[in-house]
C-alpha cells in the first residue's frame, strides 16, 4: 500500500489529538482527585460509586440518630438523678419530722421545704429538651404536669429511633414507672406527707417513710433500664464507626487516584507527546528551497 504524505499528517494530527486527550485526563485527575468525572468515563467505577456513597450516607444518618438517642438518655439519666436527690432528699426529712423531739414548730418548717421539693419534682418531670418534653412519650409537644400535680396522667407510648438497618432503640423512659399515674404518683405521696406535717401527725409522717422508699426504688429500677439501653447504644456507635471507616475507604479506593501513578503516568505522557511533535514537525515534505541548497 502506497503511504502519502497526506496519510501521515493525518496520522500525526490524530495521535497528537489522542495524546491531547490523555494529557487532560491526567489533569482533570489530578486536579479533582478522582479517578472518573462523568459516569461516561468508567460505568462500571461509576455504578460501584453510588452504591459506596449511598451506604456512606445510610451510616451517617443513623450516626445522626444515635446523637439524638445519646440527647434523650443523657437527659433523662441527669433529670432521674436530680428525682433520686429530692427524694432522698424527702427521705431524711421524714425520719428527722418522725422524731419524738420535733413539735409542731419544727415539723411545719419540714413542712415549708417538702412543698419547695414537690415543685422541685413538678420541674423534673416537666423537662424540656431541644423544645420536647421528654417525660411524656410520644406527645412530645404537650406538658405533662400542666396544672395539678396529684392527677397527673402521663402519654407512655414508646419513642423508637433507628439507630442502624432493622434496629430500633427505646428513646425515652416511661413516666408512670417513675412518677406514677393519676390514681397513684409521688406527688400525692409528698402531699401526704406535708398533710402530715401540718397535722403534727408523727404516725403518718412514718408511713411516708415506705411511701418514699418505694419512690426512689421506682426512680433507680427506671434508671437502671436506661442504663442497660445507654450500654446497648455504645455498641451500636462502636459498629458505625467502624462501618462508616469501612465504606469510606471502599469509596475512596474506588473513586480516589493513586497521586504517584498519575503524576508518573502524565510525565511519560508529556514525554511521548514531546517526542511526537519533534518527529511530527519532519512529516512536512520538504520544498523546493531545500532541494536547492
Excluded: C
Amino acid at each position: 500500500m502506497r503511504v502519502t504524505q497526506g496519510m501521515l499528517s493525518n496520522n500525526m494530527l490524530k495521535n497528537l489529538s489522542n495524546s491531547y486527550s490523555n494529557l487532560g485526563t491526567y489533569m482533570d485527575q489530578l486536579s479533582t482527585g478522582k479517578k472518573i468525572n462523568r459516569p461516561s468515563d468508567d460505568p462500571v467505577i461509576a455504578m460501584k460509586g453510588m452504591n459506596y456513597r449511598s451506604q456512606l450516607i445510610e451510616v451517617e444518618q443513623h450516626i445522626r440518630n444515635t446523637n439524638e438517642v445519646h440527647n434523650w438518655m443523657d437527659s433523662s439519666d441527669a433529670a432521674l438523678d436530680k428525682a433520686t436527690q429530692a427524694l432522698q432528699k424527702l427521705r431524711e426529712l421524714a425520719v428527722q419530722a418522725s422524731n419524738d423531739t420535733y413539735g409542731a414548730e419544727e415539723r411545719k418548717n419540714i413542712m415549708a421545704e417538702a412543698e419547695q421539693i414537690k415543685e422541685h419534682l413538678v420541674e423534673i418531670a416537666n423537662t424540656k429538651v431541644n423544645g420536647k418534653y421528654i417525660f411524656n412519650g410520644a406527645d412530645t409537644n404537650v406538658k405533662p404536669i400542666d396544672g395539678d400535680a396529684n392527677a397527673v396522667e402521663f402519654n407512655t407510648e414508646t419513642v423508637l429511633i433507628e439507630v442502624a438497618n432493622g434496629t430500633k432503640l427505646q428513646a425515652n423512659v416511661n413516666a408512670e414507672k417513675v412518677f406514677g399515674n393519676a390514681d397513684s404518683n409521688v406527688f400525692q405521696d409528698i402531699d401526704s406527707f406535708i398533710t402530715a406535717l401540718g397535722d403534727n401527725n408523727q404516725e403518718n409522717i412514718q408511713q411516708s417513710l415506705d411511701q418514699f422508699d418505694n419512690n426512689i426504688n421506682n426512680v433507680v429500677n427506671a434508671r437502671a433500664d436506661l442504663g442497660a439501653r445507654m450500654n446497648r447504644l455504645e455498641l451500636v456507635e462502636n459498629r458505625l464507626a467502624e462501618q462508616e471507616v469501612i465504606a469510606t475507604q471502599m469509596m475512596s479506593k474506588n473513586e480516589d487516584i493513586d497521586y504517584e501513578k498519575v503524576i508518573t503516568n502524565l510525565i511519560t505522557q508529556e514525554s511521548v507527546h514531546r517526542a511526537a511533535l519533534s518527529a511530527g514537525s519532519r512529516i512536512i515534505q520538504p520544498s523546493l528551497l531545500d532541494f536547492l541548497r
